[in-house]
């Protein structure tokens, strides 16, 4: 069977899909959870019936929400399986852990006392009933951060060492996966960025109610909180992602480079704040990177390497080598070229394929040597094990527009946020939001904004990976299921059909509730 | 036996409950099949779908789970079986994202589809979703069509290390008729299951239509109960005929991963004897249940926790089987020796001992969860 660059298309199309749609409806869950849990505190407090109608009403929201996030969740989970199974064994054994304590610990956390938190207001007492929100949005919360490990350990492998017995990257260091850098600055930007959804998202639908003079009260209450909760997740969502960009330069530099469109580093390398890129632009030619840019001096360094005159190679510079970097463990290290590292990656393939050769033959001096050989080969090389499944520098790079422009708007968006809800506290404190038809406009426009600005986030990070699926050790071309394309095709087919017609149903019911309001919805 | 057997036993052991436990739980598709016929009309629904639209999220969760538990200790069996039998595993998912949203959806206004076309999902996953899952469960017995080689990833032009060797990729497998029986069988446990949570609940609660409800659950578990243990029979008369596979772990050539495959003749029904304590667990499941219809039938007593206690005990005691005494639980049918086993296919140790550590957890989220049961249930 042959590999078709066609199947690994499908795949990474059909991951692609299922991971945006995903992530359209869990960041809300994220958010509007701890914001929910945060009204029926205030009910809980207060015994002011306010309060529960504010809980009720935004806990349907979160309900039609939540029934989407889990339909969409399950399928990425197995499709781990049943389209990148190469990849299930070679990493399994550390991949596999964070799915299951996520089962464990959180899933269940979070549909257990979701139900409770839905259906429950008439069968529990009024503090078990609060403490089975805070249950399902700590839930919600704690499943992300099981869910990032997992991806932060693709972006950055570590805690591992590789086991040509089983030929796969076996678990070393459960705390250094759990606890890495990586995961923790993915884990805070994914989940802020989440509660700023559910910021954006609540005003909005309160700024409709204002245009149409409905729900004063509720909708000038739910705006206070949402605007101060938005704020919060900002400010948040800047310090993550500073020190998102500082493990980006460190653990994967392609991707800093890509999104920066920087071909050439330099000592003090500028920041593209706007810029088009020259779409004729490749890596072997001499056209200018950029048709149009506005740089800010030094600040990619900075951001990077918190030094403004710090050396942030370029896409180029990657690929040839030759300069010096700091690795993971702050040792300095020349880069090798991208032959050297082809060259490593193979002398490690070929050693385990000795390995392969003589681990099952019958015990002695012979199989004791050329099988310690292979080890020492592959101590010494396996760290480019990935590379010996590429051909040639270009299918080492990522694809520039998609990661440059998905960061930027990314970037950008987050700068309109800032703006918009600083504007949103300062109105709402005036008491003179409602008059702003201008700004109550803009509010219900901003909803689209957030979700792209979200997805994009996730763009970035996942097309600026690329080629690899764990980075440096297996690219997606060798992990993805030996199914044909075809089928792959077929699925993601009616994948695209069944997420679209659940997406318009979905929104359709949403709009139907929100039209009826705090006070029209009927409570079981 | 060394630790990291005990520890690939024991981490069969807990995949074999959370199967055994989403099989009791499934008895909440087997409840969605009676929105079309055992429904009246549509008070009577509401009825089905709030008693079992409270519980759903909990069938769905021990599915995530259980996924995600056999990819942290099985990591070979998930990539070999689901991205193998790729159509059996995706119509499985399928038949259950359609069910995810559909309690939600169908009694909203603006639905999009429809009533209709959401308790269609229902029924769909209530009977297509029971029926798949047990020839999920079955390929452990009956294997499939794959060829395994963990060096493959080394090798140039396919660098697969587990293929399915037909075109059908798995969709064979739903028609073989060891597979479909036990689908079957399960489609009716869970449907037995539902009735009698139905019967349960409604028995309970005031007013015409629950009464109906309930009578009704009681006169059809006549007839499903009665097919579920005469379907039950037969499976088991099948799998104690079975010929099985086994690691033959006193051959000099094994060395704790691998080890040549033996045949054996009637090696389930072989497992069953020689553990005695899988028997026993299997035959006081198998008396439960059977205790739980009787009671039902004949009593009218509400025996809906006894039976489900029952089919736990009784699917945990063959998933055992299927695993334990260095079974290969899911064997080729292409090329023996790539057989998954206990020993070739696990986590490593470490991560096998880290996720020993985990489990403790897990009676901890039983007890929570049958807390909340407990509140959501008893009104």
Known sequence: ?524 | MTTYHFLQLYWWAIVSILGAVLVFLTFVQGGQTLLWGTAKNEDEKRILLTIFGHKWELTFTTLVTFGGAAFASFPLFYSTSFGGAYWLWILILLSFVIQSFSYEFRSKERNLLGKKTYETFLMINGIVGTILLGVAVATFISGGNYAMDKMNITTGSSNIISYWTNNYRGLELIFKPFNLLLGVVVFLAARTLGLLFTFNQCSKMEGEASKNLANRALSKVKVTGVGFVLFFVAFVVCLFLTTGYRVDTASASFNGINGPIVEEKFAYLHNMLGQWWIAAIFLIGVVLVLVALIRTVFKEKSSFYLAGLGVVLAVFAILLTVGFANMAYFHSLYDINSSLTLYNSSSSLYTLRTMAWVSLAVPFVILYIAYVWRKMTQK
């Open chain 1, 1 to 524: 069977m042959l590999l078709t660059s066609s199947l690994v298309d499908a795949s990474r199309l059909q991951f692609a899909l299922t991971a945006m749609y995903h992530w359209l409806f869990v960041p809300l869950t994220l958010g509007l959870g701890v914001l929910i849990a945060i009204f029926e505190t205030k009910y809980y407090i207060s015994k002011e019936e306010f309060w529960k109608k504010t809980t009720q009403f935004w806990s349907r929201i979160f309900a039609i929400n939540f029934a989407c996030g889990v339909a969409t969740g399950i399928i990425l989970e197995f499709e781990f399986g049943t389209n990148w199974s190469n990849y299930s064994w070679f990493v399994g054994d550390i991949f596999g852990a964070p799915l299951a304590i996520e089962g464990i610990f959180a899933f269940f956390m979070e549909t257990t006392f979701f139900a409770v938190m839905y259906f429950g207001w008439n069968r529990v007492s009024k503090g078990f009933h609060l403490a089975s929100t805070w249950l399902t949005a700590i839930g919600a919360n704690l499943s992300a951060y099981w869910i990032l490990t997992a991806n932060g350990w693709m972006q950055d492998p570590r805690g591992v060492a590789f086991n040509p017995m089983t030929a796969r990257n076996e678990m070393t260091d459960f705390w250094d996966i759990v606890f890495s850098p990586t995961t923790i600055s993915k884990f805070g930007h994914s989940v802020f960025s989440g509660f700023l959804v559910a910021a954006i998202v609540v005003i909005a639908i309160c700024s409709w109610y204002l245009l149409k003079k409905r729900e004063k009260e509720f909708s000038l209450k739910s705006i206070k909180y949402a605007s101060v909760f938005g704020l919060f997740a900002i400010a948040m969502l800047m310090v993550t992602g500073h020190t998102s960009a500082q493990t980006v330069s460190k653990t994967q530099p392609m991707k800093l480079a890509a999104m920066e469109g920087l071909y050439r580093g330099q000592n003090g390398t500028p920041f593209v704040a706007f810029g088009i890129l020259n779409p004729k632009k490749e890596i072997d030619n001499e056209e200018k990177p950029f048709l149009f840019k506005i740089e800010v001096p030094k600040i990619l360094s900075f951001l990077a390497f918190s030094d403004f005159n710090s050396f942030v190679p370029g896409i180029n510079d990657i690929i040839d080598g030759g300069y010096i970097y700091k690795d993971k463990n702050g040792e300095e290290k020349l880069a090798l070229p991208f032959n050297e590292k082809v060259r490593k990656g193979e002398i490690a393939k070929r050693a385990l394929a000795v390995y392969g050769q003589f681990k099952d033959k019958p015990n002695g001096a012979q199989k004791d040597t050329v099988l310690a050989q292979a080890q020492s080969y592959l101590d010494e090389n396996f760290d480019y094990f990935g590379y010996s499944f590429l051909k040639s520098p270009k299918e080492s790079v990522p694809n520039v527009p998609v990661t440059f422009y998905s960061f930027h708007i990314m970037v950008m968006l987050g700068g309109y946020f800032i703006l918009f809800l600083l504007i949103a506290f300062w109105l709402n404190k005036k008491k003179i939001i409602e008059n702003k038809r201008w700004f109550l406009f803009i509010a219900i426009i901003s909803v689209p904004l957030v979700y792209i600005c979200a997805e994009a986030g996730w763009v970035v990070a996942e097309v600026g990976r690329q080629p690899w699926t764990i980075q440096d050790l297996l690219p997606v071309n060798a992990s993805v299921s030996g199914v044909s394309s075809g089928n792959v095709y077929t699925t993601f087919i009616i994948f695209v059909v069944l997420f679209t017609t659940l997406l318009i149903a979905e929104l359709m019911i949403l709009f139907r509730q929100i039209g009826k309001g705090p006070d029209g919805i009927k409570w079981n």
